[in-house]
C-alpha cells in the first residue's frame, strides 16, 4: 500500500467516519500524518426533542480530538439526514471543492454495498469527485448486504481503546448496540486475526494508486 500523507475521511453523518475507521484515524495521526474529516449531516432531526440540535456536533469534535486530530481538520456541513439522494448535485459539487482544497491522497467513504440511502451518495459522488485518488470504503457491517475484505490495516490496543473511547463520547448514540464496546473491540480482533495481528480494520479497495 502506498504511504498517504494527506487523507480524507468522508462521513455521511457525525459517528460514520469513527466507526468505520477510527482506528486507522489514530494511527496515522500517531504517524504525524495530516487526516482531515468531513461530516456531512449533524442528524438534529434524529435526535430527541429534549438534546439540542448540535449534540453530536459537539460528540463528534471531542471524538476526533481523542483520535489524535486537530479542530481545524474537522468540517462540518449540514445536510438533511436520509434526504442525501435530493441534494446529490449540491454534494458532488461541495466533494469537488473539497478535493481542490485538501488535495488528499487518500480517501475513505462508505463502502459500494452499504445501503443507507446517505451513504450511497457519499460513496458515488466520492468517487466522481475523487477521480484522481485512492479510495478505500469502511465497513459497516449493519448496512452492508456484503464487504470484499481486501484491504487490512493492523492497529494496536492502544489505537483500538482509542477508537472505543472516542465512540463512547457519542452519549446520545450509546442506545445503538453496534456502539458497545464489546462488539467494537469483537471486530476488530476478528478482522485482526484474518490478517494475522492481534487487531484491524478492513475496507474495499476502489482505487490505488502507487
Known amino acids: 500500500m ?8 468522508l462521513a455521511p453523518h457525525t459517528d460514520d467516519g469513527e466507526l468505520g475507521c477510527g482506528g ?8 504525524g500524518k495530516e487526516v ?9 432531526r434524529s435526535l430527541p426533542e429534549e438534546l439540542p440540535a448540535d449534540t ?25 439526514v436520509r434526504e442525501f439522494p435530493a441534494a446529490r448535485q449540491k454534494i458532488l459539487d461541495e466533494l469537488l471543492q473539497l478535493n481542490k482544497k485538501i488535495q488528499p ?13 446517505d451513504h450511497q451518495v457519499i460513496h458515488r459522488e466520492g468517487l466522481r469527485a475523487f477521480k ?5 470504503g469502511y465497513e459497516l457491517p449493519w448496512n452492508n448486504s456484503s464487504f470484499h475484505t481486501n484491504l487490512f490495516i493492523r492497529l ?29 473491540r469483537s471486530l476488530a480482533k476478528v478482522r485482526g486475526v484474518q490478517c494475522n495481528a492481534e487487531y484491524a480494520e478492513t475496507f474495499e479497495i476502489y482505487r490505488l494508486l502507487a
Open 24 to 31: 486507522s484515524i489514530a494511527k496515522f495521526c500517531t504517524e
Open 56 to 80: 453530536l456536533a459537539n460528540e463528534c469534535k471531542k471524538a476526533t480530538t481523542i483520535l489524535g486530530m486537530p479542530a481545524s481538520n474537522l468540517i462540518f456541513l449540514d445536510y438533511p
Open 132 to 136: 484522481n485518488t485512492s479510495i478505500v
Open 156 to 184: 494496536s490496543k492502544k489505537e483500538v481503546d482509542q477508537k472505543i473511547s472516542a465512540l463512547k463520547e457519542y452519549r446520545s448514540q450509546s442506545h445503538r448496540n453496534y456502539m458497545q464496546e464489546d462488539f467494537i
Open 105 to 117: 491522497d487518500l480517501v475513505f467513504l462508505p463502502s459500494a454495498p452499504d445501503i443507507h440511502q
Open 36 to 44: 482531515f474529516y468531513v461530516a456531512f449531516s449533524l442528524c438534529a
Open 2 to 9: 502506498p504511504d498517504p500523507q494527506r487523507i480524507l475521511v
